[in-house]
């Protein structure tokens, strides 16, 4: 997606919390493809010197991108649903979302052995990233940027950029999230 377009997302009416999590599985990849192969952040990867000789993302950018996506994508559900009375049937779409990024990873090399040590990096960032959204979207970049780099003093410099991309990408999914029903299947 390119910064400032806006996706079209039409809603069903309903969904069951697994439906839910599917289409938003789908939705965290499409994001994470979006990341990578947007022009600003190769930019801002480059200027981070992240970027490895064959312009493509070097070191931790790969996980650390797809667990940002991860958490923003978790967290505007946690928003939509916290005051709806379906806080149940949001955690379980939720857990599907996880279910189904987990499975894709190992259908696309990584060992199932990883599984847990990656689930507990993904615990840690969010943890991490809902203590910095307590504060500003540009502490949720820095901290992103800091994990990306294995620097945690390095999370000034395209901070703000960070946090505004993700912003446009994830921002008008609210309006879905407003739109659909969770309903037990």
């Not at 991309?165 to 309006?175: C, E, H, K, N, Y």
């Amino acid at each position: 997606m390119i910064a400032g377009q806006e996706p079209q997302f039409h809603a069903p009416a309903s969904m069951t919390p697994e439906q839910l999590g599917d289409h938003l599985a789908r939705l965290v990849w499409e994001s994470f493809s979006d990341f990578m192969t947007d022009p600003t952040m190769a930019a801002l990867l480059t200027r981070l010197g992240l970027m490895d000789g064959d312009g493509s993302p070097a070191g931790r950018v790969d996980e650390e991108a797809l667990i940002f996506l991860l958490w923003a994508h978790t967290r505007g559900v946690q928003q939509a649903y916290r005051d709806r009375g379906t806080a149940d049937l949001a955690r379980r779409a939720l857990d599907a979302l996880h279910r189904a990024v987990f499975e894709d990873l190992v259908s696309n090399g990584m060992n199932r052995s990883e599984l847990p040590l990656f689930e507990q990096r993904v615990s840690a960032r969010y943890a991490r990233y809902g203590q910095a959204s307590e504060i500003s979207d540009e502490s949720v970049g820095s901290t992103v940027v800091a994990h990306m780099t294995g620097d945690g003093g390095a999370g000034t410099d395209g901070a703000l950029e960070l946090a505004t991309w993700a912003i446009s990408v994830t921002g008008p999914l609210s309006d879905f999230y407003t739109e659909v029903e969770l309903v037990e299947g």
